[in-house]
């Protein structure tokens, strides 16, 4: 059962990212300042000339019309793209949609009701589930795919902005009641065709061992990985992961 988009999205080419927040793209011969929704680095990729997908709003309050939902790191003149979906948002909304068609039961299966935006402690989770509490993380920072050979790299450096992480998994831990799970879900709006060295970050003693101290309490990670095409959305594999955490 696939999440289908309002409409189909339209196919582009990046001519840059100007800022965190916007891309100069090319559609149909024009250059037009198209919204990012990704704050984050975008793999080590030089996204000049990458192929994307945009989705057009028709709120006349938008200063930008277009929003950049997926990029593509084959060549840009291959035909069936396997594209990597950058829209945040978006991944809320699709792990509703599979929550709800009971697409996910093997992580989470006894409930009646999905909630959204929901506090445990003073942290505000994506959703409780039953019992469950799930946060739902979207990382673009490394993206596992096959790079086309047109596709060119740059260097980048270990991710340092840990502090928010660490705070939000402590009291992710510590807040637990009994009978009460927490899951950290890793989505993947892409197929994953191939695996990126993962580079640790500047603080990954102090990361790991918080993470450890989680999973003894009973914190989970999951991951789903997801086709996404030009009509919608559908689920590829939903893996257990909690064992990654320790090695984080």
Known sequence: M???FDK???EARIVKRNSQFTMNIEMDGEIIKAHCPATTRIG???LAGVACLVSKSDDPKRKL????EAVSFDDPDAVDKNWVGINLILSNRIVEFLLNTHQLDEMVSDYDEVKREVFLGSSKLDFLVGNTYLEVKTPLTTVNVKYGDTIKTKKVTPFSSTDRMVRHVKELASSLKDHERAILLTVQQYEETDVKPHLHSTHYEEVKAVMSEAVAKGVESWNISLRFTPTGVSLLKLTNT???LLSY
Do not use: P
Request: glycine content about 0%; proline content about 0%; hydrophobic content about 25%.
């Open 2 to 4: 696939e999440y289908t």
């Open 8 to 10: 189909v999205l339209q």
């Open 44 to 46: 080590d990729v030089d």
């Open 65 to 68: 019309k277009y929003t950049v």
């Open 242 to 244: 909690t064992q990654d």
